[in-house]
């Protein structure tokens, strides 16, 4: 507790720039041209995490919570991986107006719901945190929408 002729100071060190993921054209037209059939995009640009989230949505709609659980973790991982080839270092704003942040963010929001549907509390909660980290307003972009 805080003396009232005490400060309170905050971080002084600078937050790092926001990561911005680069534009994959050839893997949206993909997935919009799939359709029905989103895994033709994943087979053919398996590190394009918003086709991962698609699949998972559609699994999760459709009552296959562990299947939607798979491919929200599929997709989260790549999009780790493509994150830290843009210079993220496992902190910072990953802007959900960013468009190709998207994919990413959606898998970090489907791997929440579907590790929480399963039961595993700490992951739900840890995907959870990372997703307000990332941006602190992209889950209520996400809440009670699946895009598939």
Not at 40 to 59: E, G, H, Q
Not at 115 to 140: F, H, K, M, N, V
Request: contains cysteine.
């Amino acid at each position: 507790m805080l003396n009232a002729g005490m400060t309170q100071f905050s971080n002084l060190m600078p937050e790092p720039s926001a990561t911005l993921l680069p534009e994959s054209p050839d893997a949206a037209a993909a997935l919009a041209r799939a359709g029905d059939d989103p895994a033709a995009a994943v087979a053919n640009f398996p590190t394009y995490s918003a086709a991962w989230a698609v699949l998972a949505d559609r699994a999760y709609d459709d009552g296959r919570v562990v299947d939607s659980y798979a491919y929200a973790r599929v997709g989260y991982h790549r999009g780790l991986d493509s994150l830290r080839r843009a210079g993220w270092k496992g902190f910072g704003s990953v802007p959900w107006s960013h468009q190709p942040n998207r994919g990413f963010l959606r898998c970090v929001f489907a791997l929440a719901r579907a590790a929480g549907a399963i039961g595993e509390a700490d992951e739900a909660a840890r995907c959870s945190e990372l997703l307000t980290e990332c941006d602190p307003g992209a889950a209520s972009h996400l809440s009670g929408q699946t895009t598939g």
